[in-house]
């Protein structure tokens, strides 16, 4: 599995973290950046980052800004992301389960480590459930044509 994370100033310390807990996974990391706590604009880290996962150069995307909202908000501009941003374990299982999400992001201000570690285990283990769900996820991406 191959997954490319990316963060703004606010996530860069969950960023880290979280980069170190898939590598421990074996899991293939392509760090988007940013790569310090120098204030940067969130917008230019999670557009490149949902581009490359669209275009399929990564299974999914993880992305980390203070709430994860802006960078929920500028993923799900590009075509072919289904972003959600998750605060807790049910959420996360939901969101690949019942909404095929694609990239996940997470707030670095909002979660503590351990629970953000939680989320994303849960969201990578579980699996598109299909079926009705399906359906409504298909009304979202022939909208989206
Ligand atoms: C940066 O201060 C903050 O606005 C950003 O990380 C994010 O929370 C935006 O949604």
Request: charge should be neutral.
């Amino acid at each position: 599995m191959k997954i490319a994370i990316g963060s703004d100033h606010a996530g860069f310390e969950l960023k880290e973290t979280i980069k170190t807990f898939l590598k421990e996974k074996g899991i293939e990391v392509i760090d988007f950046g940013t790569y310090s706590e120098e204030r940067v604009d969130y917008p230019d880290y999670a557009i490149p980052l949902a581009e490359s996962v669209a275009n399929g150069e990564e299974d999914f995307g993880i992305l980390i800004c203070g709430t994860g909202i802006g960078m929920s908000i500028a993923a799900n501009k590009v075509k072919g992301i289904r972003a959600s941003l998750c605060s807790d374990v049910y959420s996360a299982h939901s969101a690949r389960e019942h909404n095929n999400a694609n990239v996940l992001c997470l707030g670095g201000r909002v979660l503590g480590k351990e629970l953000a570690k939680e989320i994303v285990d849960k969201w990578l283990s579980s699996s598109f459930l299909g079926g009705r769900h399906k359906r409504r996820v298909d009304k979202i991406m022939n909208y989206e044509k």
